[in-house]
């Protein structure tokens, strides 16, 4: 089984989700009661709305905590490496453009390209992984090739996180 690498903070925020989820058992079993007692349980749609309702949360739990398991918990504040590694933020340079693009790179239950997250496990994380500053990468991407060049490799901690 491998492991999966996760930042502190983002180990924390799944352990608040899985406490969460795990919260709202009592309300959805209420809720299965309550359609159960009105009756005839092979025409009530709010009876199966719970019971599916149900079903869902139990899995995201299940899935949740088979995953958790699995994680290496990294604490990203004390890394520190002159090459890509998980919690590392790189700048790239588009080479055919000239664009500059900035990645901090964690792990697939963590990475977020909308806070510019990305998961090692991804295309182009895969392929800065191991790399130095000045290094020339060709990732193939759903677009085609692109052809970047490593700026920069810093570590901002859990500041890369907010």
Known sequence: M??????????????KELEA???E??????????????GDLRENAGYDAARERQGLLEAKIAQLESRMVRFEVIDINQ???DRVIFG???ELEDLDTGEIKTYTLLGPDEADSSKGSISIESPVGRALL?????DEVSIQVPKGTVNYEIRSIRFFGSAALR
């Open 79 to 81: 890394l520190r490496s």
């Open 88 to 90: 590392a933020t790189v």
């Open 21 to 23: 989820l795990k919260k």
């Open 2 to 15: 491998s492991r999966i690498p996760i930042s502190v903070e983002g180990y924390k925020r799944l352990e």
């Open 130 to 134: 191991g790399k130095k500053e000045g």
């Open 25 to 38: 058992r009592p309300a959805v079993i209420q809720a299965i009661k309550e359609a159960r007692e009105e």
